[in-house]
């Protein structure tokens, strides 16, 4: 089946710690994204990319880092930078059509508690 | 800029009564607009979009939602609730990254939809 998974489902860390958000699509998508959500504040979009090898910021990209080396996976490094860490990440993909990126697909989550 | 608002942020109805769910989007551009739901610890569904077809769109598990250009608004409906509806929905609009190209989605801050026998 395609799709999108992310690991692991829960992940703990001790603050200032790094850790590192696992997304990997076999939709054959171009773009990949990722979001923050915490309660009441809806989607915040971290970083996303298009192609591979370039990424860009998105709205709160503050203390966060990306790669992409192969166009299924997108992973997202939490640093010991971002102020406030614990939150649900979730990766998303799009395919592009006539050069537009219309819906997004979403992954599982990984629901990040730091301690 | 695009931005979407979500009229109410939890909304509770009995189990066959209507379901309306606000969205009211601001856009400088057509917009593309769609609905996602979020079952609790999962990840985001989508449930339908608008990209300037017909202005009444038809989406999974018997929703739809219209677009109205006048009142800026793509209100989210289902004429019978049911349990397995209750659910957290989404609004997102997509608008044209002016640098750099492609799409990017702006959601709603979310209503949480809660159905009681």
């Known amino acids: 089946d395609g799709g999108i998974t992310q690991s692991p489902k829960y992940l703990f860390r001790k603050e200032g710690q790094n850790v590192t958000l696992s997304c990997e699509q076999n939709?054959?998508?171009?773009?990949m994204y990722w979001y923050r959500q915490d309660p009441g504040q809806g989607l915040r979009l971290i970083y996303y990319?298009?192609?591979?090898?370039?990424?860009q910021k998105g709205d709160i990209a503050e203390g966060y880092s990306v790669s992409r080396e192969k166009k299924e996976s997108f992973p997202l490094t939490v640093t010991s930078a971002q102020k406030n860490p614990t939150a649900f990440y979730l990766c998303a993909s799009s395919m592009r059509v006539a050069g537009e990126f219309y819906e997004q697909y979403f992954g599982p989550g990984t629901r990040l508690t730091v301690t | 800029a695009q931005s979407v608002t979500q009229l109410g942020s939890h909304v509770s109805v009995s189990e066959g009564a209507l379901v309306l769910l606000r969205c009211n989007y601001s856009?400088?551009?057509?917009?593309?607009l769609f609905w996602y739901v979020q079952y609790p610890n999962q990840g985001l569904q989508l449930l339908l979009k608008y990209t300037s077809a017909a202005t009444l769109v038809k989406g999974i598990n018997g929703f739809e939602a219209e677009f109205k250009k006048s009142e800026t608004s793509f209100h989210l409906t289902k004429p019978s609730a049911h349990m397995s509806d209750a659910a957290e929905y989404f609004c997102?609009?997509?608008?044209?990254?002016?640098?750099?190209?492609?799409?990017?989605?702006?959601f709603g801050t979310g209503t949480q939809l809660k159905v009681e026998l």
């Open positions: 939709l054959n998508h171009d773009a």
């Open positions: 990319s298009q192609i591979v090898n370039d990424f």
């Open positions: 856009s400088s551009v057509p917009p593309y």
């Open positions: 997102a609009v997509s608008y044209r990254i002016l640098t750099g190209g492609g799409n990017k989605l702006t």
